[in-house]
């Protein structure tokens, strides 16, 4: 029925049922000296009843009266909050929270919660009560400390899964973004979905802030936050150094003949203060709480939270879409064509979230490097080496697609995994990891002699 609170040890009616039902029983036991017994039953059979009748007087009629007492609280709370007070008959009955029609009776989660579903609403968007109009001011609302129950519908992990912003970018942007959304979707529960939205949308920054830097040592285009990033290199690289390049090309690719298609207008400040680099400043800060221990502690508290980062990492994921016409190629075989003058170019396009990439031929005029990543412009291709690579993974014992995070000593480039995170070594990038924006010193020649 519901009148003692959970868990019991820690309710006092509880315990005042208790003894008083003790209290009963051993009076029944152990009688004063002198008494007789009343009925002719047996002392255990007076015991039993006797504790049950003190029990229910005493203990089970009080706490029922409480429970009376709370649900009235309740309803004076819900209706001073705009939220619409419960419409129980008995202990058992639950609480609805919503008024709407009735939710389908397939859906597994809806018949658990047995509540009707509202109507439909935009994704995560953070329900206020309603403003109180004695007051004048729609703001003052929202100042309040209360902000009434939250609604079932931001609590259904269905509103991440079927959002037509992350099922294309699944299918068309490149793998390591791809990889991470369906990471998003394919979320257990809330606290999942909210990490998993947090790690794409630093995958998402990394990848930009590598096209970013593999396009400005192509134009020879070098500003303060690219030689940030070549010093970052010595402790490791940060979300925080990617963003900051990828601001950095703001003005740069808006007058540069050459400039990424696409890209300038991504990075054009929108009203609000919103735009691709703005609206990934907001999870680099959630992160951060995050990291230092104030992530969320229960899906609840989760649901709220990627009500504020859901929005501007949507808003993102779709500014970044002329990354889609920019397919990430993986060589596998070159050959030369001697009566056309080129070279036909056998590889794998790495977008989409499928690890296995599809294949691709196509004719190139120049020469392209095999088991190395290209990023195809129509200018041309561009190499992402030493930023991204395909290598074999101690860990995982398959070869996946890593970039480099960190210099370990002057010999060895530390490289992270974007699937999982693995970090593995590699020989062979550290020179072009020194040299990635600033170019090796020259020496002249009467320093030579």
Not at 408 to 425: I, N
């Amino acid at each position: 029925m519901r009148l003692f609170d959970k868990p019991l040890h820690r309710d006092g009616f509880a315990w005042w049922t208790g003894v008083w039902a003790l209290i009963a029983a051993l009076s029944q036991i152990f009688p004063s000296e002198g008494v007789k017994p009343a009925t002719a039953m047996p002392v255990w059979a007076n015991a039993i009843l006797s504790a049950a009748l003190i029990g229910f007087l005493l203990g089970l009629v009080p706490a029922y009266f409480r429970l009376l007492a709370r649900r009235r609280r309740f309803r004076r709370h819900a209706a001073a909050n705009g939220v619409p007070a419960p419409t129980a008959t008995g202990p058992q009955q639950r609480v609805t929270v919503a008024s709407g029609p009735a939710a389908p009776q397939g859906h597994a989660e809806a018949s658990r919660r047995t509540a009707a579903s509202p109507p439909p609403e935009p994704p995560f968007e953070r329900q206020d009560p309603p403003p109180d109009r004695s007051k004048g001011d729609a703001g003052a609302s929202r100042a309040e400390p209360s902000r009434g129950a939250t609604p079932i519908s931001a609590l259904d992990l269905a509103v991440l899964r079927e959002e037509p912003t992350l099922q294309q970018a699944r299918k068309v942007l490149p793998y390591p973004i791809a990889r991470s959304i369906r990471g998003i979707q394919q979320s257990g529960d809330l606290k999942d979905a909210y990490e998993n939205v947090l790690r794409a949308a630093e995958t998402l920054s990394t990848v930009l802030g590598i096209v970013s830097t593999i396009w400005a040592r192509q134009h020879q285009v070098r500003t303060p936050e690219l030689d940030n990033l070549q010093k970052g290199f010595a402790r490791g690289l940060t979300w925080g150094h990617w963003l900051d390049v990828v601001r950095s090309m703001d003005r740069v690719m808006a007058t540069h003949p050459s400039a990424l298609i696409g890209m300038p207008d991504a990075l054009k400040l929108k009203k609000g203060n919103t735009g691709l680099e703005p609206d990934l400043r907001r999870p680099l800060k959630e992160c951060n709480q995050w990291a230092h221990g104030a992530g969320p502690r229960n899906n609840l508290e989760a649901s709220e939270r990627l009500a504020e980062v859901v929005p501007p990492f949507l808003r993102a994921v779709e500014a970044a879409g002329f990354l889609a016409d920019m397919p990430w190629l993986l060589v596998h075989d070159v050959k030369f064509r001697r009566r056309e003058g080129d070279f036909l170019i056998s590889a794998s396009e790495a977008m989409g979230d499928h690890p296995d990439f599809e294949h691709r031929s196509l004719n190139s005029p120049t020469a392209l490097a095999e088991d190395v990543f290209y990023l195809q412009t129509p200018e041309g291709a561009l190499d992402l080496t030493p930023l991204v690579v395909m290598r074999p993974c101690p860990t995982c014992h398959q070869r996946e697609v890593a970039f480099s995070d960190r210099l370990d000593g002057r010999q060895r480039v530390a490289l992270k995994t974007f699937d999982r995170g693995h970090v593995l070594f590699d020989d062979t990038l550290a020179d072009e990891v020194w040299t990635l924006v600033a170019p090796p010193p020259t020496v002249k020649a009467d320093e030579a002699d």
